[in-house]
């Protein structure tokens, strides 16, 4: 419950965009989520799409991350809680076009139950969680969609085969000479 409160708390709106570097930004998350939210569960960082190298992201670097933190924790959750739970959480990541215009991909993968069909429909409109029972508010995905917004991009929850859930998140790669509050 703090942990949500705090991040709430930092959400977007509250910064200036930067210039980040796309390859600097996957090596700092994949040196950084390991150990700060896997709880010694394996992590895989799979490329897809174009490559990083060469392009930029306009962001709030921190409010970004902490919504990449969001998803993994999630994902290691329902993970540890499933029929698979030694099997890692995937994260990919790269560049796609969507939209006619190109994006940032994160695409986190779990191996837990899954989301059923009304919580699918569900989950990014109102609070949801499975862990009611230690606390959890269930607005991580919530607070996760309103930084997205901010910087221009979507959340979507990617049904497939059981088991586990889906999450890809997308954001414009656009040109900007100046950078803005948010």
């Given at each position: 419950?703090?942990?949500?409160?705090?991040?709430?708390?930092?959400?977007?709106?509250?910064?200036?965009?930067?210039?980040?570097?796309?390859?600097?930004?996957?090596?700092?998350?994949?040196?950084?989520?390991?150990?700060?939210?896997?709880?010694?569960?394996?992590?895989?960082?799979?490329?897809?799409?174009?490559?990083?190298?060469?392009?930029?992201?306009?962001?709030?670097?921190?409010?970004?991350?902490?919504?990449?933190?969001?998803?993994?924790?999630?994902?290691?959750?329902?993970?540890?809680?499933?029929?698979?739970?030694?099997?890692p959480v995937v994260i990919e990541h790269g560049i796609c076009p969507r939209a006619?215009?190109?994006?940032?991909?994160?695409?986190?993968?779990?191996?837990?139950?899954?989301?059923?069909?009304?919580?699918?429909?569900?989950?990014?409109?109102?609070p949801y969680s499975d862990y009611e029972s230690d606390g959890s508010m269930g607005?991580?995905?919530?607070?996760?969609?309103?930084?997205?917004?901010?910087?221009?991009?979507?959340i979507r929850h990617v049904p497939r085969q059981a088991p586990g859930a889906v999450?890809?998140?997308?954001?414009?790669?656009?040109?900007?000479?100046?950078?803005?509050?948010?």
């Open positions: 419950l703090a942990k949500i409160k705090g991040w709430l708390r930092h959400r977007p709106g509250r910064g200036k965009l930067e210039a980040v570097p796309l390859a600097f930004f996957f090596k700092e998350m994949s040196d950084e989520l390991p150990k700060q939210v896997a709880r010694n569960h394996p992590l895989v960082f799979k490329p897809v799409g174009q490559p990083l190298e060469d392009h930029t992201a306009w962001m709030i670097r921190e409010s970004m991350q902490s919504s990449v933190k969001v998803l993994v924790d999630n994902a290691v959750r329902a993970t540890q809680d499933g029929p698979n739970p030694d099997k006619g215009r190109m994006n940032m991909l994160i695409r986190v993968r779990d191996q837990g139950p899954g989301l059923s069909k009304q919580a699918s429909q569900n989950v990014l409109i109102r607005e991580g995905l919530l607070a996760v969609k309103d930084v997205l917004q901010d910087h221009g991009g979507s999450f890809e998140i997308l954001v414009p790669l656009e040109k900007r000479s100046q950078p803005r509050e948010v």
